[in-house]
């Protein structure tokens, strides 16, 4: 691991965390504010394998202090040693390297934490929650669920333009605008998900949107829902 990242990379450092180096070979607008890097891996796929929704930490320079975000691989070629990432742009360092990324440009990177397992039974319809942030790993989560239909429900962003890899007649993207500090997304879901659940006989559900929403989306399914652990999963993606 490069110098200078601080605590969070001598935690990462002590919990056995993998550090490559990614190398720009070059990058693309998919719409104004939504942008793909291309990138060589540093030998990273060769050395970890690749799960769906895969992530891995990115070390950028925050004024002269190290911070990290956590990104999912997109399209993932072990055998050629490549991957994209997919940057929803705002204001903020890390969009501010993607904006600028050209080929040669160097990145560190750490792999810790990332995981995935495929739900047993397979879902019968899958239920998600997400965001232009965490379009990446949606996209990556219909593909290994495939073809299990799936209800999503996205917040913000435009639809139109957007990289989304779904199919019209198995999955219904609902899209809504993000109002409230996302209580519109909460109180969405809350009217529409009990309904949606009757008859569904192994459902599973994916939430990841920023921290807050999540975790009461998240216990909103758990506890008033009752769905079991083993059948949600969720993780914020972003603070607001």
Request: proline letters at 8%.
């Amino acid at each position: 691991m490069g110098q200078g990242h601080g605590w969070e990379g001598a935690v990462l450092k002590l919990l056995r965390a993998k550090d490559f180096v990614f190398t720009v070979t070059g990058a693309e607008d998919v719409t104004e504010h939504y942008r793909r890097v291309h990138l060589a891996d540093g030998g990273m796929l060769a050395a970890t394998g690749v799960h769906p929704t895969m992530w891995v930490r990115l070390w950028f320079d925050n004024a002269g202090k190290p911070h990290q975000r956590a990104y999912t691989l997109v399209d993932p070629d072990p055998a050629a040693g490549t991957f994209s990432l997919e940057f929803a742009l705002h204001e903020g360092c890390a969009s501010d390297w993607a904006r600028t990324a050209k080929p040669g440009d160097t990145i560190e990177a750490t792999i810790h934490g990332t995981g995935f397992e495929q739900p047993d039974p397979a879902p019968s319809h899958v239920f998600a929650v997400a965001d232009p942030a965490s379009l990446p790993a949606l996209n990556s989560l219909l593909t290994a669920l495939d073809p299990s239909p799936a209800t999503v429900w996205f917040e913000g962003g435009e639809h139109d333009g957007l990289p989304f890899r779904t199919t019209p007649s198995r999955h219904d993207i609902r899209t809504l605008p993000r109002r409230d500090a996302g209580a519109h997304l909460v109180a969405e879901v809350k009217e529409a998900l009990p309904d949606l659940l009757k008859g569904t006989s192994d459902p599973y559900v994916w939430i990841a949107c920023d921290t807050a929403t999540t975790r009461a989306l998240t216990s909103y399914v758990r506890k008033e829902l009752g769905l079991p652990k083993q059948r949600v999963n969720s993780l914020g993606y972003w603070r607001a």
